[in-house]
C-alpha cells in the first residue's frame, strides 16, 4: 500500500513558475511508476506527466511538453513536477497517481492517489 501526499500548489501570475511534490509512504515506492493528473472545475481528470520507477522514462501530455518536468528522487520517496511558463488553462486541482506500469495515461490504470492540491494561474 501507499500512501500519497502532494505540496506547492499555489496561486502564480501567468508565465511564473511552480514546483508541485509528491510524498509517499510505504517502503515500495521505488518500485511503483508514477504520474501527475489535473482536473479542472467541470472537467474530467486529465493526464499530465508520468515517469516510471527508475526515473529513466518520461511521458507528458502534449499541453505541457516543454513547460513541465516530471522527476522522482527513490531515496526520498518523493515525485515532483516542475511547471514553467504556466497558463490560466494550467488552473487545476493537482493529483499524484502510483501504478504498476509506467506511462498510462487513463487515470483508471493508477491504483493510488493522494488528495490533491490547487493550482491556480492568473492572468
Known amino acids: 500500500q501507499v500512501q500519497l501526499v502532494e505540496s506547492g500548489g499555489g496561486l502564480v501570475q501567468a508565465g511564473g513558475s511552480l514546483r508541485l511534490s509528491c510524498a509517499a509512504s510505504?517502503?515500495?515506492?521505488?518500485?511503483?511508476?508514477m504520474g501527475w493528473f489535473r482536473q479542472a472545475p467541470g472537467k474530467e481528470r486529465e493526464f499530465v506527466a508520468a515517469?516510471?520507477?527508475?526515473?529513466?522514462?518520461?511521458y507528458y501530455a502534449d499541453s505541457v511538453k516543454g513547460r513541465f518536468t516530471i522527476s522522482r528522487d527513490n531515496a526520498k520517496n518523493t515525485v515532483y513536477l516542475q511547471m514553467n511558463s504556466l497558463k490560466p488553462e494550467d488552473t487545476a486541482v493537482y493529483y499524484c497517481?502510483?501504478?504498476?506500469?509506467?506511462?498510462?495515461?487513463?487515470?483508471?490504470?493508477?491504483?493510488?492517489w493522494g488528495q490533491g492540491t490547487q493550482v491556480t494561474v492568473s492572468s
Open positions: 515517469i516510471s520507477w527508475s526515473g529513466g522514462s518520461t
Open positions: 497517481a502510483a501504478g504498476v506500469v509506467a506511462g498510462k495515461k487513463s487515470p483508471y490504470e493508477y491504483d493510488y
Open positions: 510505504g517502503r515500495t515506492f521505488s518500485s511503483y511508476a
